[in-house]
């Protein structure tokens, strides 16, 4: 085994999105969507892992980790409850939190849409109804000025593409459409505008302000596509996905450009709508032929007969290459800087967590040597977590959550990424320690 040094001034953290760590929250689209009883094992969102409540105990683990950096979500429902109506605690809450981190000196990156959102705004039909955009511009303006000089950072969106896909076409996230293909279209339209839109208000505000440091971009889920079979009907197959999947979005957000089928035109003109493009990776899936249109002729699926040492307790390949492709193929294409917003493993025992954040560590460190500007990594996620409609059995963290007692505890794999994130690098005794 080698070591891995990266340069000095790589950051290092990680990431949690609010519904899945805070708990207590009751106006949340996903609040509704539990008490339907759609939520794995009938479980909630409601408790989570109490990190409303145990901010200061949980930047005091990114701490003994040794963050530089730590990637969060605000939850719309807490800011803006009913619909026009704001609440002060919710605000004061996220204001306490962003400077505790900086009091710990860990840099807050803030995103603004992390797959949830009030139940009022989900109510009038959420990203598909025409006043969506100027209702989520309305809750960014509020965020923006309250947390005007302690954050600088924004993510607007998490991965629009598999939002739409879990809310419209696989019906796991609330409402738990079906091959709603016109939703999805509608929906993907509003989400590239309400990106496109926040992002230049985010910096028109913080002008405004006085600032001048703002860095705005989104995270984007990427995968590495293979075919399952070569074909030409799976070779068509795969250039569709992967323009629905990836392209449709990344023109659409980073250039602003809506192209076919929602669009052919550059609503807020040409320009670059990006300061760094954040990348979320996991996996790589295989195009099998399907003779379903609405699939675009192909299904997505794991390679068959993995052993299991290749697989996450959810079932995902373990395939770091996939994280050196999919990054120099975005790079490649809009040379802005890259964070890797999201990179984990559902590893309920810890055994394979160590070695997955090596592997992907070793990825990011040959990215870097070909020139790639990849500048940070942030491992999802600090703490076990609320694996949305799969519930709380995927562990995603590198701090092992207790749910009867909400204890946490650092797991090995969560020591040895303190020590990376120290020593920006995996060196002899790390590799003796750990290995
Ligand atoms: C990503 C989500 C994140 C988490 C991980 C495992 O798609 O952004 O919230 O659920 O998957």
């Known amino acids: 085994m080698k070591e891995v040094k990266l340069p000095k001034d790589f950051l290092l953290g990680s990431a949690t999105a609010a519904t899945q760590i805070e708990g207590g929250d009751m106006n949340s689209n996903w609040y509704y969507w539990s008490l339907k009883g759609r939520i794995a094992n009938n479980e909630s969102s409601i408790v989570a892992t109490d990190h409303y409540n145990k901010v200061l105990e949980d930047i005091d683990l990114m701490k003994e980790m040794n963050h530089d950096i ?38 807050p990156l803030i995103t603004l849409h992390h797959f949830s959102h009030p139940q009022w705004f989900e109510d009038m039909g959420q ?45 796991k996230y609330p409402p738990g459409k079906n091959s709603d293909v016109l939703s999805y279209f509608k929906a993907s339209r509003n989400l590239i505008l309400a990106h496109l839109r926040s992002y230049k208000m985010i910096h028109r505000i913080r002008k405004e302000m006085g600032y001048t440091d703002t860095a705005v971009g989104f995270a ?32 659409g957000m980073v250039d602003g450009h809506l192209s076919f089928p929602i669009g052919n035109c550059y609503p807020l003109g040409r320009g670059r709508f990006c300061d760094f493009i954040g990348i979320n990776y996991y996996s790589r899936h295989f195009i099998y032929p399907s003779y379903n249109p609405v699939l675009l002729f192909g299904q997505v699926r794991v390679k068959g007969n993995l052993p299991s040492e290749c697989l996450t307790d959810l079932g995902w390949e373990i395939y770091p290459e996939g994280l050196y492709k999919v990054t120099k ?25 160590t070695r997955f954040i090596y592997d992907h560590i070793a990825q990011v460190k040959m990215l ?17 977590n609320l694996e949305w409609n799969e519930g709380y059995s995927p562990r995603f963290g590198l701090v092992k959550v207790n749910y009867d007692t909400l204890d946490r505890t650092i797991r090995n794999s969560g020591r040895f990424y303190g020590d990376l994130c120290k020593n920006k690098e995996v060196n002899k005794e790390m590799i003796e320690r750990y290995f």
């Open 127 to 171: 990203w598909t109804n025409k006043n969506s955009v100027k209702y989520f511009l309305r809750f960014v303006k509020v965020v923006v000025k309250a947390l005007g000089p302690y954050v600088n950072e924004y993510c607007t969106i998490n991965e629009p593409n598999v939002f739409l896909n879990d809310t419209f076409m696989d019906g």
């Open 329 to 353: 193929k975005v790079y490649d294409k809009y040379h802005l800087p890259i964070y890797i917003t999201e990179n984990g493993i559902a590893d309920a025992d810890d055994r394979k967590r």
């Open 220 to 251: 984007m889920h990427l995968t590495h596509f293979e075919l399952g079979v070569d074909t030409p009907l799976t070779r068509l197959s795969k250039n569709f996905i992967d323009y629905s999947f990836h392209t449709l979005f990344l023109k």
């Open 70 to 107: 730590y990637r969060m979500s605000i939850e719309w429902s807490r800011i803006e409850p009913k619909e026009g109506i704001l609440s002060k605690e919710g605000i004061r809450h996220y204001q306490r939190e962003v400077k505790l981190l900086l009091d710990a000196g860990i840099k």
């Open 368 to 384: 870097i040597d070909d020139g790639i500007d990849v500048r940070r990594y942030y491992h999802w996620s600090l703490l076990d």
